[in-house]
């Protein structure tokens, strides 16, 4: 059927080859022909006069396709409702989260001034829209090693940095504590200072 908003109606207005009726209006020729080429000219439909029921009929047609598109107004309720149900979870999870940081001794500081002072760069930091949601990435680089924070706020997304390297500094310590105890070979770094020291 015409598009009223990108077309214009035909002066002539629409003719049906079946039963040679012409329709000026675009919802008459809708009712008659039908939304798309697949359905059946009313004519070939009903008996006798009854608009009426070709009217409910298409109402019908169109209310069935928008079910099997999934877009009714029931579908677009339920979308709705999961979107704010799943946002809301996400909302929830991210503050317990920053509480467990706050619990932890992290600090709720949105600058990395006290990451740059332990070697790390700040080599991304982007902020975002996700479903027109604010949200922020950080990517933090020392050497060979990288670390990222992504949340709602920069300061969540520096805390998320902050305990990966936490973590890495606990694991070095450990290989360390490990290596000194078993006698192993040095480390690469061990190696490459004791060769300058020479």
């Given at each position: 059927m015409v598009d009223e908003d990108h077309y214009a109606a035909p002066a002539h207005g629409w003719t049906c080859?079946?039963?040679?009726?012409?329709?000026?209006?675009?919802?008459?020729?809708?009712?008659?022909?039908?939304?798309?080429?697949?359905?059946?000219?009313?004519?070939?439909?009903?008996?006798?006069?009854?608009?009426g029921l070709v009217r409910a009929l298409r109402r019908a047609e169109n209310e069935l396709e928008r079910y099997r598109c999934e877009d009714s107004d029931a579908d677009r309720a339920m979308?709705?409702?999961?979107?704010?149900?799943?946002q809301a979870l996400i909302t929830e999870e991210e503050k317990g989260y920053?509480?467990?940081?706050?619990?932890?001794?992290?600090?709720?500081?949105?600058?990395p001034e006290d990451l740059r002072a332990r070697g790390w760069t700040v080599a991304v930091h982007n902020d975002y829209r996700l479903d027109g949601v604010p949200h922020t990435f950080w990517l933090l680089t020392s050497g060979t090693r990288c670390v990222k924070g992504e949340a709602r706020s920069d300061a969540v997304a520096l805390n998320l940095c902050r305990a990966a390297i936490d973590k890495i500094d606990a694991d070095d310590c450990l290989k360390a504590a490990e290596l000194k105890q078993s006698n192993c070979p040095p480390t690469l770094e061990e190696a490459l200072k004791a060769r300058s020291e020479a």
């Open positions: 080859f079946h039963c040679g009726e012409t329709f000026l209006s675009p919802g008459a020729a809708r009712d008659h022909f039908g939304a798309d080429q697949l359905q059946d000219p009313a004519c070939r439909i009903k008996a006798g006069e009854e608009q979308a709705a409702l999961r979107s704010d149900h799943a920053a509480r467990g940081l706050r619990d932890a001794g992290y600090q709720a500081e949105a600058s």
